[in-house]
């Protein structure tokens, strides 16, 4: 499967920015859990936002009140809403699907990432 990420790029403090990832392939029978995970320079891999097949939403506690992760689970598609950025939430952004192939088996994957800059 191939996620398609986009929507990074350069923001000022204060501002907005949207985020989307698709998971495509002929192959797939279902995507279960969708996420966005961030890496900055010298940081470890955290969580920014997990959903469920059926909507149910996780988010990690630096972005809590400011983003907002939905799908459309018909097209396999992730989004992010991040507001009020900080220059802190500054690094890689990368989805992550959890899919299911037509065979039955089971695996987890990653995007390429995207670039978020926030200036302060």
């Known amino acids: 499967v191939q996620l398609q990420a986009s929507g990074g790029g350069l923001v000022q403090a204060g501002g907005s920015l949207g985020l989307s990832c698709v998971a495509s392939?002929?192959?797939?029978?279902?995507?279960?859990?969708m996420a966005w995970y961030r890496q900055a320079p010298g940081k470890q891999r955290e969580l920014v936002a997990r959903?469920?097949?059926?909507?149910?939403?996780l988010y990690g506690d630096s972005v809590k009140g400011r983003c907002t992760i939905s799908r459309i689970t018909a097209n396999n598609t992730v989004y992010l809403q991040m507001n009020s950025l900080k220059p802190e939430d500054t690094a890689v952004y990368l989805c992550?699907?959890?899919?299911?192939?037509?065979?039955?088996?089971?695996?987890?994957?990653w995007g390429q990432g995207t670039l978020v800059t926030v200036s302060s």
């Open positions: 959903i469920t097949d059926n909507g149910i939403t």
């Open positions: 992550n699907a959890e899919v299911k192939y037509n065979n039955g088996d089971h695996w987890n994957h």
């Open positions: 392939s002929r192959r797939i029978f279902s995507v279960n859990n």
